[in-house]
């Protein structure tokens, strides 16, 4: 899509390799503590791991669950680490060592120069080890998908689109606020509850929720005039609304940004996506 691109464009080589560098780092994780339940039926037996995404540090960031986890199985075998995020593991403690202050970028940026100019020696041994640990994988990731039934295939495909679909949308949220989109105003509910944090504030016995229960059931007894004081406030600034976002998208059509325009108001609105239909979980 079209944001997708301009998102990447607005990046770097630098930025990538930072962006590499974290996910790996968030990948660090003790092979040791690698889940050994058995999953629907399917003998899945822990294995040794080569040297996969298992991080360049030790540092302690919780790893992200996999669509395989999340659906209930092991975790697909890691990917090893390629002869350059090799060599990246094994300096950047060095490099750190040198200066506890070095920022990440600066890290990626100096050990990136370094690897133009490795000796070849040592290149030739992390790309050794990484052909060693890449066949390790590959058995590994064969026996893995072999013992996968078609109803976990379609539920680990259908869990990967909803994360994709997922990181869609936030990126398109986070790129609809940089082009600075009007911001919808609160409804005449939303301002009476506002109005009640200040009037009636909840107090240290009670929860959000309770407190929240209680200002719903305030605003259902509220007579028809003490509601059209909030409602007046709310229909005026949607008429603001309404202006300014019509002319905040004719702006971002005509500057080409029509992945952030409604399709409502376009001539030649895309195609929505087609919904898969969701997999039945077996019982």
């Known amino acids: 899509m079209f944001y997708t691109m301009t998102l990447l464009t ?48 030790n540092s302690s960031v919780l790893q992200a669950r996999t669509p395989e986890e999340q659906i209930g199985l092991p975790p697909r075998p890691k990917k ?14 060095k490099l750190i060592a040198k200066d506890p202050k070095i920022s990440t970028i600066e890290v990626v940026r100096q050990l990136s120069k370094n690897w133009v100019s490795v000796d070849p020696k040592m290149k030739e041994r992390l790309q050794s080890e990484y052909k060693i640990d890449q066949e390790i994988y590959l058995d590994q990731r064969t026996k893995y998908d072999a013992k996968l039934t078609d109803e976990q ?76 004081v909030y409602l007046r406030e709310s229909r005026k600034e949607l008429d603001h609304y309404k202006a300014a976002i019509s002319i905040w998208e004719e702006k971002m059509i005509r500057l080409g940004h029509i992945d952030v325009v409604r399709h409502g108001n376009l001539i030649d609105p895309p195609e929505p996506k087609a919904r898969k239909s969701q997999v039945p979980k077996a019982k």
């Open 10 to 57: 607005r990046g770097s080589i630098i930025g990538s390799l930072i962006s590499k560098v974290r996910q790996v780092v968030a990948k660090n994780k003790d092979t040791s503590s690698a889940p050994t339940n058995q999953i629907k039926s399917n003998n899945f037996t822990p294995t040794p791991r080569p040297l996969g995404a298992a991080g360049i540090s």
């Open 80 to 93: 090893p680490l390629t002869p350059y995020f090799r060599f990246m593991r094994e300096m950047r403690p």
């Open 153 to 228: 295939r379609a539920e680990i495909k259908q869990m990967k689109q909803d994360i994709s679909d997922a990181k869609e949308r936030k990126q398109l949220r986070k790129r609809v606020k940089e082009l600075g989109r009007p911001k919808k105003p609160a409804s005449a509910f939303l301002r009476f509850v506002a109005s009640e944090r200040t009037n009636t504030p909840q107090t240290p016995q009670q929860t959000y929720r309770e407190w929240h229960q209680k200002a719903t059931a305030k605003w259902t007894r509220l007579s028809d005039d003490e509601k059209a």
